[in-house]
C-alpha cells in the first residue's frame, strides 16, 4: 500500500514537470513580428482599408547596434482581417504590444470618421491603450512609417519618444488612444490629435509632429497652426513647458519666456445674455533670451515685458478659442464638461444642443504672466565703446 | 470529526476576503455614474443591520451553522429542504465566482488557453485546502488578507498622479433612482453574500464576538470596495467605467512611474485571484458542510471532491459568455439572491427568537 502511495507521488511529480514547465501557448520571440506603429489609409484603387505596419527587424548582425524596421502594406475589409492576413506575408504572428503610434491619413480621419478604426485596437487583448494617436497631414498615413527616420533607426519609436518630449515644445496635444475615446465618450468635450508631417530637410526628409487636428464627434473637422495649438494649450491647461515669444515696444520679438508653469482655471457664469467662461491663467516664466542690447535694463522693463506678455497671451488665446467656436464649432477645451460640473442645473437644458450651445458662448480671458528669474545674468549685453 | 476552531481574526480575515474578491475585479452596475460611492454608502448602511441579524443569530445558537439553525427552526423536514436551497446557493455563487475568474482569463492573459484549465487548477486548490478544514483557510486567509491589502494600498498610492478629481463633480448626476439601484446591486454583490458566512458559523468559538468579526468584516471591505471603485471612477472616468469588463484591470494599466513602472497589472490580478480562492473555497465549504448535515454524514470531508468537481463544471456551462455574466451580475442576480440574503435569514431570526424563547421557558418550567 505505502509502495502505491509512493509511486503515485512520484508519478504525480513527473506530470507536473511536463504540465507546469511551459506556459500552454508559449511563442518564442523570433516567431513573432513586433510591430512599432501602424498606419490606416484608405485604399485609391478601390476605398478599402489600406494598413501599414511597421515591424522591428530583429534579425540584425553583430555590428549593428540598432535593430532594422521592415513595413508591410495590406487592403482589407476591417482592421482585424487585415492583421491576421499580413501573417500570410510575414509568416508570423505580429505582435502588438510594443505598438507605439497610430497614424490615421487626413483622408480617413475627415470622411469616414476614427471609430471604425479605433474600436478594434481598444477592444482586442493584445494591444495596449497606450499608444499615441496621430493625423498625416501628408496625403498618406503610411508615408511617414516609410521615412528614414533622424535620430531612431525606428520611425515609430521616434515619434513616441517626440511625444514624452512634447511637454518642451508645447506645440501639439499629447494623445494617447484611451485619452482620445474618453473624449468622444464625454459629453461636452471633443477629441484633438496631434498633426505629422513630412520635413524637407536638404536632402533628407523626417517626420515633424506639429499643430492640432480638431475632431467633432468622430470626424476631423479642421486643423490648428504650431502657434495656435500652444494657445490651445493654455486654454485647456494642458501646458507644461515650452517658450513665450514677446515683443518690444516696436512689435519686433526680442524676449523668449520659458513656461516654468501654468494653471488655467476657467469658470462659468451664469449672465442675462447666456454663459460666459472666465478663463483665468497664471503663468511662471523665466526670462532666457533678449535679442537687444537695452531690452532689459531695471526693474521697470521686466514688469513692462510682463505685462506685454500678458496682453499678447489673452488675444490669442481668445483667438484660438473664436476660431475653434466659429469655425469648427468642436468644444475641444472641454468647456462643455466644465458647465456640467459646476452647473448642471443649466447643463441639463443644453445638454442635447451642445454644439449649438456652444457656438454662443461668450468668453474672458485674465492672464497673469511672472517672470521669476532672468537665468544667469541681470541685464542686456551692453555694447561698450 | 474533533471539532476545529478558528480565531475571530481569521473569521474576520475569511470576511474581507470573501467580499472583495469579485468585486475587486468585475466593478459595480454603473448606472450612478460618478456618484457610485454614494450607492456603496448607503449599501454599506444597509448591509450592517443585516449583518447584525447574522451575528444575533450566532449569539443565539452558539456553536451551530447555518443549517442546523434551520433544521432546527423550521423542523426536520421543512428545514431541510430551505437547507438545500442553501447549499445550492452557496455551490452556485463558488461557480459564479470561478466563472468570473475564468472570463477573465480567458479575455485578458490567456486568450488562447481553454477557460476550465485555469478554473480547475484553481477548484482543484480549494478542494484541498477544504479538505484540509476550516482551520486551514482561517489561518491562510489572515496570511493573505495582508498581502492583498498591502497590494492595493500599494496600487492606490501609485495611481495617485492619475486621479482626474474633477469627475466627481456633478454629485448625484444621474438622479437619486440610479444611486438607490446600484446601492442595491452593491448590497446584494457582494456585501449581503456574508449569508454563507453563517455556514461556518459553528466554528466560532466566542459567543460575543460574531458581532465584532461580521461588523468589521463588513466595514473594512466596504471601505476596501469605496477605494476600489473610487480609484477606477478617478482614473478612468464614469464614461469609459461602463464599457468596461475589468475596469481594475484596465485603471491598474495605466500606471506610469516614471516610464520605469509600467505594465503591473499582470501582477495586480494576484490579488484578485487570491481573495478569490478564499472565496470559493468558502463557498465550497458550506456546500460540503450542507450536503453532511441533510445527509447526516459523519463528515463533510467525503463529499468535498464531488462539490468541488460539480461546482467546476457548472461554472463552465452556467453562462454562454461574458456578456450573459455580466447581465446576470448586475441585472438578474439581485433579485435571485434576495430570497437567500434577507428574507430567509429573516424569517430564521423571527424564528429562532421565539425557539429560543420557548426553550428557555420549558427549561425554567422543568
Given amino acids: 500500500m505505502i509502495q502505491v502511495k509512493r509511486l503515485l507521488q512520484i508519478l504525480i511529480v513527473l506530470f507536473s514537470l511536463v504540465a507546469i514547465s511551459g506556459c500552454w501557448n508559449y511563442v518564442e520571440v523570433d516567431d513573432l513580428s513586433i510591430v512599432a506603429g501602424v498606419a490606416i489609409d484608405k485604399n485609391p484603387a478601390d476605398g478599402k482599408l489600406l494598413l501599414t505596419v511597421e515591424l522591428i527587424d530583429t534579425k540584425g548582425g553583430t555590428k549593428q547596434t540598432q535593430a532594422g524596421y521592415k513595413t508591410i502594406s495590406l487592403t482589407g475589409d476591417t482592421m482585424f482581417e487585415i492583421v491576421r492576413n499580413m501573417i500570410s506575408m510575414t509568416g508570423k504572428k505580429l505582435f502588438w504590444s510594443h505598438a507605439k503610434v497610430i497614424i490615421i491619413s487626413e483622408e480617413v480621419a475627415r470622411s469616414d470618421g476614427v471609430i471604425r478604426f479605433i474600436d478594434w485596437y481598444t477592444r482586442d487583448t493584445e494591444t495596449r491603450a497606450d499608444v499615441f494617436i496621430f493625423v498625416s497631414k501628408e496625403k498618406t498615413a503610411r508615408e511617414i512609417l516609410d521615412l528614414q527616420s533622424t535620430m531612431e533607426s525606428i520611425t515609430s519609436f521616434e515619434l513616441a519618444q517626440m511625444m514624452r518630449d512634447e511637454k518642451y515644445v508645447s506645440s501639439a496635444p499629447t494623445v494617447e488612444i484611451w485619452d482620445f475615446i474618453d473624449k468622444l465618450e464625454s459629453r461636452g468635450k471633443c477629441a484633438i490629435a496631434p498633426l505629422v508631417y513630412i520635413h524637407q530637410n536638404d536632402t533628407t526628409s523626417s517626420e515633424r509632429v506639429n499643430g492640432t487636428a480638431v475632431f467633432s464627434k468622430d470626424r476631423m473637422v479642421g486643423t490648428l497652426s504650431e502657434e495656435e495649438s500652444k494657445y490651445m494649450l493654455f486654454a485647456k491647461n494642458d501646458i507644461k513647458g515650452g517658450v513665450l515669444p514677446v515683443n518690444d515696444e516696436t512689435g519686433i520679438p526680442t524676449f523668449s519666456l520659458e513656461i516654468i508653469s501654468n494653471e488655467t482655471k476657467i469658470k462659468p457664469l451664469l449672465t442675462n445674455e447666456g454663459i460666459q467662461i472666465q478663463i483665468n491663467t497664471v503663468t511662471h516664466t523665466g526670462l532666457d533670451e533678449v535679442m537687444s542690447s537695452n531690452g532689459l535694463s531695471d526693474f521697470q522693463s521686466q514688469k513692462a515685458i510682463e505685462q506685454r506678455a500678458e496682453e499678447e497671451l489673452e488675444k490669442n488665446i481668445l483667438k484660438v478659442i473664436y476660431k475653434v467656436q466659429q469655425e469648427y464649432r468642436s468644444d475641444i477645451f472641454g468647456f462643455g464638461e466644465i458647465i456640467h460640473e459646476q452647473l448642471p442645473k443649466t447643463w441639463k437644458e443644453m445638454d442635447d444642443t451642445w454644439e449649438n450651445e456652444f457656438s454662443k458662448l461668450k468668453f474672458t480671458v485674465q492672464s497673469k504672466v511672472m517672470i521669476d528669474n532672468s537665468a544667469r545674468t541681470s541685464r542686456s549685453i551692453r555694447i561698450g565703446d | ?366
Fill in chain 2, 1 to 366: 470529526m474533533s471539532k476545529e476552531t478558528i480565531t475571530g481574526g481569521q473569521y474576520t480575515s475569511i470576511t474581507i476576503m470573501f467580499m472583495i474578491s469579485s468585486s475587486l475585479f468585475m466593478g459595480g452596475a454603473g448606472l450612478s455614474g460618478n456618484s457610485i460611492w454614494v450607492s456603496l454608502l448607503l449599501a454599506i448602511t444597509m448591509a450592517v443591520p443585516l449583518v447584525c441579524i447574522y451575528a444575533r443569530l450566532h449569539a443565539l445558537f452558539p456553536g451551530k451553522n447555518i443549517f442546523d439553525m434551520l433544521i432546527a427552526v423550521f423542523g426536520k423536514v421543512a428545514g431541510r429542504v430551505v437547507a438545500c436551497s442553501y447549499i445550492w446557493y452557496s455551490l452556485h455563487l463558488g461557480a459564479l465566482v470561478l466563472r468570473n475568474f475564468g472570463e477573465f482569463s480567458k479575455t485578458v492573459p490567456l486568450t488562447a488557453t481553454p477557460m476550465i484549465v485555469p478554473m480547475l487548477c484553481i477548484g482543484l486548490l480549494c478542494v484541498w485546502a477544504v479538505r484540509a478544514g476550516i482551520e486551514v483557510i482561517g489561518r491562510s486567509a489572515k496570511f493573505l488578507v495582508l498581502f492583498v491589502l498591502f497590494e492595493l494600498f500599494i496600487i492606490q498610492i501609485f495611481s495617485l498622479p492619475l486621479f482626474e478629481y474633477h469627475h466627481l463633480l456633478p454629485l448625484l448626476d444621474n438622479g437619486w433612482n440610479a444611486v438607490l439601484s446600484d446601492a442595491m446591486s452593491s448590497f446584494s454583490f457582494p456585501l449581503a453574500e456574508t449569508v454563507l458566512l453563517l455556514g461556518a458559523f459553528h466554528s466560532l468559538p466566542d459567543r460575543a464576538s460574531a458581532y465584532r468579526v461580521m461588523l468589521s468584516g463588513v466595514l473594512i471591505s466596504g471601505g476596501v470596495i469605496i477605494l476600489v471603485y473610487l480609484r477606477n471612477m478617478l482614473v478612468l472616468g464614469p464614461e469609459i467605467i461602463t464599457s468596461l469588463y475589468f475596469p481594475s484591470y484596465v485603471a491598474t494599466s495605466r500606471i506610469n512611474i516614471g516610464d520605469f513602472l509600467t505594465r503591473i497589472e499582470g501582477s495586480s490580478a494576484i490579488a484578485f485571484v487570491t481573495a478569490l480562492v478564499i472565496k470559493v473555497s468558502l463557498c465550497l465549504y458550506v456546500a460540503s458542510i450542507g450536503i453532511a448535515k441533510v445527509f447526516n454524514l459523519k463528515s463533510y470531508r467525503s463529499v468535498v471532491l464531488q462539490m468541488g468537481l460539480i461546482m467546476v463544471y457548472l461554472s463552465v456551462f452556467i453562462f454562454k459568455d461574458i456578456m450573459g455574466m455580466q447581465y446576470f451580475a448586475f441585472h438578474i442576480y439581485k433579485v435571485y439572491a434576495f430570497p437567500f440574503q434577507v428574507i430567509i435569514p429573516m424569517i430564521l431570526w423571527i424564528g429562532s427568537e421565539i425557539v429560543v424563547r420557548r426553550n428557555k421557558n420549558k427549561t425554567a418550567v422543568a
